[in-house]
Every structure is written in C-alpha cells, then in structure tokens.
C-alpha cells in the first residue's frame, strides 16, 4: 500500500500531546491523519488533517470514526474496546490489537496476566471495591502498608495511593482495585519495545525515572540509566519476553522496578507511545514517534540507539496555578546550548498537569542532569491572572 502522499487514511483516537507529536511524524512523511478526541480544543487539531470531536469511549462514535480510515491506532488506553473489536472483525487494521489493549485497560487483569506467564511482578490481590479491600485489611488478610492501585481510568500518577494507615482510605473512590505489595527499590526503569506486524522487534535503551514525591509522576527522564550493563540487559530481555506474550504490534511501554538486589519486577505497560520515551525526538537516530508510525504500517523500523545522552524535564502546572498559562522563562532556558522545549499546546494549566516537556542533550550525562535541574528550577508553569498579580 502507498501511504505516502496518497489517499490512504491513518485513523488516530486521542488528540492529546503524543497525538501531536505522532503528527509531526506523519506531516514529515505527508501521511493523511484523521483524529478524534472529546476536546475541541484538543492538541492534535492543529497537526491532522481532519479532526472529529466525540466521546472515545462511546461505541457508536468510535465504530464510525474507525471506518473512515485505512489503519486505527490510538494515543490513550480508554476507548471504547468493543467499537475496536468489531472494526477488526470486520477487517480493519488496528493497532496495538484490541486483543492485545483488553489485558491492558485494567490494571487487575494485567496484574493477573503477569502472574499468569511468569512474568515478575509485584504481588497483588484484586477486590472488586474499596469495601471489599477494608473488610480484608480488617481481617489482616491484607497488611498494612501496601499500594492501592485502582483497576481503570487511572493515569499520571492519579489512581495509585500509598495506604499506610487506614485513614489512608478516606476519599478513595468505591472501585474495583488492587492492593499491591510494597518494593523496597533502588529505581524505577523503563524500556519500549517496537515492533510490526513482520515480527521485526528492537528495543529503545532503559531509561531511569525520576519520580516527583508528591504527584507521583515522572519529573526527569535519563537515558541511559545509570544502571550496570548485566541489570539493563535483563531489563531489555525482560521487556522482549513481556511484548512477545502480550504480541503487540507498535510501540509498548514497559515499566519496571530494579530492587535492592538488582532483580527487574515488571510494574505496568503502556501500548503506546510513553513519556518515558519523549527524550528520544532530540537524542535518538529515531524517535518513539516514528517508530511506533513505521509499525503499524509494517515498514522497516529505524534505529533507536542515542546519538548523545538525554534527559528530559517534564513541564506540569506548578501549584496554586490555575488558569490562562504562562512559561515564566522560557526564553532563558532557549538560550542553553542542548535545551529544546515542547509546548502541548493545551490553553488551561492546573497544578501538576502535564503542560509540556524539555529535553536536555549533552555528550556527557553528568552535565545534561545538572542542566537538566537548571531547567526545573528556572522554568515556571503559571497562570496569567497570577503572574499580573505579582
């Protein structure tokens, strides 16, 4: 089939920041784009040529969407896994499989999924509600402290909670979830594997997470981690072994902890493209974008060794902000050498939503983390109101 400046159409759900950054792939290429995402003023809607707005989760909106295109993917986890079902029952190609997102969407079912295949995980139990977790905790069936983890819609940090103590439980949501040991680790990794519908498979180097203690969401991401090359290797080979059960096709995520005796434990995975893999635009021969695009049309993936070190910033609302945004600095950070900003392009700022991302490139990764702090410090996501004010 020829995708390049031709009639066929790539069908993309969520029209939110990776969305974007798939779409500059895909106007390098002139691959016509059709996106849908519940926001009219969503992200993508600058990049695609032609935008839709409508409920991704609803059956109707989605079944629709999907036969207009030649090939679907998606951008986030929660659509509507039946409309998908259905388009690929009757022929069209989506990817990753809605076989492969229904052991993913809830997180209770790809805990299982792990356990299931061997695959080291943390321990866990599923409840089918808060209730049913208490009563346990009350029977000292389940011990206090432990993560609980609610089984869907959950994202960016929102929907995991440390219980400690059972105060913990006030405001927690009635939902199916899980309660999930805690890991004494020394770091929190990542690796994406890529891989087509050929079998061609390659993975990105591991990647070292940073977490903000608060939010519970990534602040820097290093490549490469700062890990021995025995733990990356197993880190990589575990990463090939979990894409090969979940047989997925584009891009997959897979996050790990490394514990305090260098064993990998597999945390969750992402079917998609992944703010682990967001330093790759500036740092790597081919970034996360255009690999998960060369995938899913089944051409031949491009190399995704670095060329230089990375470490990328995320860029979230800074606290007591809300409103009309503003980047406080941002033209001294242009100023750097290796620094290069992404604006998602979303009007409104809260506190720790994700507004956009730095990446910092050096030759020495010493030097990209401490300009990389240089950045946290000096760029502010505020609001105008606010900023007027002071």
Same mark, same amino acid.
């Given at each position: 089939?020829?995708?390049?400046?031709?009639?066929?159409?790539?069908? !993309?759900?969520?029209?939110?920041?990776?969305?974007?950054?798939?779409?500059?792939?895909?106007?390098?290429?002139?691959?016509?784009?059709?996106?849908?995402?519940?926001?009219?003023?969503?992200?993508?809607?600058?990049?695609?040529?032609?935008?839709?707005?409508?409920?991704?989760?609803?059956?109707?909106?989605?079944?629709?969407?999907?036969? #207009?295109?030649?090939?679907?993917?998606?951008? $986030?986890?929660?659509?509507?896994?039946? %409309?998908?079902?259905?388009?690929?029952?009757?022929?069209?190609?989506?990817?990753?499989?809605?076989?492969?997102?229904?052991? $993913?969407?809830?997180?209770? !079912?790809?805990?299982?999924?792990?356990?299931? @295949?061997?695959?080291?995980?943390?321990?866990?139990?599923?409840?089918?509600?808060?209730? %049913?977790? #208490?009563?346990? /905790?009350?029977?000292?069936?389940?011990?206090?402290?432990?993560?609980?983890?609610?089984?869907?819609?959950?994202?960016?940090?929102?929907? /995991?909670?440390?219980?400690?103590?059972?105060?913990?439980?006030?405001?927690?949501?009635?939902?199916? =979830? $899980?309660?999930?040991?805690?890991?004494?680790?020394?770091?929190?990794?990542?690796?994406?594997?890529?891989?087509?519908?050929?079998?061609?498979?390659?993975?990105?180097?591991?990647?070292?997470?940073?977490?903000?203690?608060?939010? +519970?969401?990534?602040?820097?991401?290093? =490549?490469?981690?700062?890990?021995?090359?025995?733990?990356?290797?197993?880190?990589?080979?575990?990463?090939?072994?979990?894409?090969?059960?979940?047989?997925?096709?584009?891009?997959?995520?897979?996050?790990?902890?490394?514990?305090?005796?260098?064993?990998?434990?597999?945390?969750?995975? %992402?079917?998609?493209?992944?703010?682990?893999?967001?330093?790759?635009?500036?740092?790597?021969?081919?970034? #996360?974008?255009?690999?998960?695009?060369?995938?899913?049309?089944?051409?031949?993936?491009? +190399?995704?060794?670095?060329?230089?070190?990375? /470490?990328?910033?995320?860029?979230?609302?800074?606290?007591?902000?809300?409103?009309?945004?503003?980047?406080?600095?941002?033209?001294?950070?242009?100023?750097? +050498?290796?620094?290069?900003?992404?604006?998602?392009?979303?009007?409104?700022?809260?506190?720790?939503?994700?507004?956009?991302?730095?990446?910092?490139?050096?030759?020495?990764?010493?030097? %990209?983390?401490? !300009?990389?702090?240089?950045?946290?410090?000096?760029?502010?996501?505020?609001?105008?109101?606010?900023?007027? @004010?002071?």
């Amino acid at each position: 089939m020829n995708y390049f400046s031709s009639d066929f159409k790539l069908g !993309i759900l969520g029209g939110g920041q990776l969305g974007k950054m798939l779409l500059f792939d895909t106007r390098k290429f002139d691959i016509q784009t059709y996106v849908l995402d519940p926001s009219e003023e969503a992200p993508s809607r600058i990049a695609c040529n032609k935008f839709f707005q409508g409920d991704l989760m609803d059956f109707e909106t989605v079944y629709n969407f999907g036969k #207009q295109v030649d090939v679907l993917t998606f951008e $986030i986890e929660l659509v509507n896994l039946e %409309a998908l079902i259905k388009l690929e029952e009757e022929g069209l190609k989506v990817y990753p499989s809605p076989k492969t997102l229904q052991l $993913i969407q809830n997180k209770g !079912i790809q805990k299982d999924f792990y356990s299931q @295949n061997n695959i080291p995980t943390a321990a866990h139990t599923r409840f089918e509600d808060l209730h %049913a977790l #208490q009563k346990a /905790v009350e029977l000292e069936e389940i011990l206090i402290p432990f993560i609980w983890k609610c089984t869907e819609f959950g994202y960016d940090g929102n929907g /995991v909670k440390v219980i400690r103590a059972t105060s913990d439980f006030e405001n927690l949501p009635n939902v199916e =979830c $899980i309660a999930e040991d805690m890991i004494p680790f020394k770091n929190e990794l990542a690796v994406i594997v890529c891989r087509n519908p050929s079998g061609e498979i390659k993975t990105y180097p591991v990647v070292e997470m940073e977490f903000h203690p608060e939010a +519970n969401q990534v602040e820097y991401v290093i =490549c490469p981690a700062r890990i021995d090359d025995k733990v990356a290797e197993n880190a990589r080979a575990i990463a090939l072994n979990v894409s090969e059960k979940f047989n997925h096709v584009g891009l997959l995520a897979v996050e790990m902890f490394q514990t305090e005796d260098d064993k990998i434990l597999v945390n969750e995975v %992402a079917p998609r493209p992944h703010n682990s893999g967001h330093y790759s635009i500036e740092a790597s021969f081919t970034s #996360q974008f255009e690999n998960h695009l060369r995938a899913i049309l089944d051409l031949p993936l491009g +190399n995704t060794d670095s060329k230089v070190a990375g /470490v990328m910033v995320n860029l979230v609302g800074s606290e007591g902000f809300s409103g009309d945004v503003v980047y406080q600095n941002i033209e001294t950070i242009l100023g750097w +050498n290796g620094v290069t900003p992404h604006i998602y392009g979303k009007k409104q700022t809260r506190p720790f939503r994700k507004m956009g991302h730095v990446t910092i490139v050096n030759q020495d990764m010493n030097e %990209a983390r401490r !300009i990389a702090e240089d950045v946290k410090n000096t760029i502010k996501v505020i609001s105008l109101i606010e900023r007027l @004010n002071n």
